[in-house]
């Protein structure tokens, strides 16, 4: 295990142990398990696997081969905003891949990323089912349509602003 501190130690047994006592003596509980994981911490943590595999007699390399095969686990934090952003035909054609490229290059990251901040993650999604309003990005729980590149940046900044 990586060198923690012992009040690091006491919030992983904290925030842990409930999730082990749930699994204990169950088999077929990987993915489960890393869920419940994910879902305490915002992603897989690895000071997290380390901890559970320890207690359950899982090796801790079984348990990320799952996380990194299954792309509904995440290894790192996400920012505070996720931006998705749409590649789905209608939002193709009017110009998502422009869309795209300026939010990655004003931020400075690439898709899958989260800028130094915490603040933005950005995920390419296949559709956002909201066709009729291409070119579309979510932030958060908010949809944003008929973008330019240009105008895709006054989005991103107006929740920059908002800290």
């Keep these: 295990?990586?060198?923690?501190?012992?009040?690091?130690?006491?919030?992983?047994?904290?925030?842990?142990?409930?999730?082990?006592?749930?699994?204990?003596?169950?088999?077929?509980?990987?993915?489960?398990?890393?869920?419940?994981?994910?879902?305490?911490?915002?992603?897989?943590?690895?000071?997290?696997?380390?901890?559970?595999?320890?207690?359950?007699?899982?090796?801790?390399?079984?348990?990320?081969?799952?996380?990194?095969?299954?792309?509904?686990?995440?290894?790192?934090?996400?920012?505070?905003?996720?931006?998705?952003?749409?590649?789905?035909?209608?939002?193709?054609v009017q110009g998502s891949a422009g869309v795209a490229e300026e939010i990655s290059r004003h931020l400075g990251i690439k898709e899958g990323e989260t800028t130094e901040d915490g603040m933005f993650t950005i995920q390419h999604v296949a559709c956002l089912g909201c066709c009729s309003l291409a070119p579309v990005i979510m932030v958060g729980e908010d949809v944003h349509g008929l973008l330019t590149p240009p105008k895709s940046v006054e989005v991103i900044d107006q929740y920059r602003s908002k800290g």
């Design 1 to 92: 295990m990586s060198s923690i501190t012992a009040v690091e130690s006491n919030e992983l047994s904290q925030r842990l142990d409930p999730i082990v006592d749930s699994y204990r003596g169950k088999k077929g509980i990987t993915i489960p398990l890393l869920a419940d994981v994910q879902k305490e911490f915002g992603y897989v943590a690895q000071e997290a696997v380390e901890y559970v595999s320890k207690r359950l007699d899982i090796s801790a390399s079984e348990m990320f081969g799952v996380a990194t095969f299954y792309a509904m686990f995440r290894l790192q934090p996400e920012g505070k905003y996720v931006i998705r952003i749409c590649r789905g035909t209608a939002c193709h």
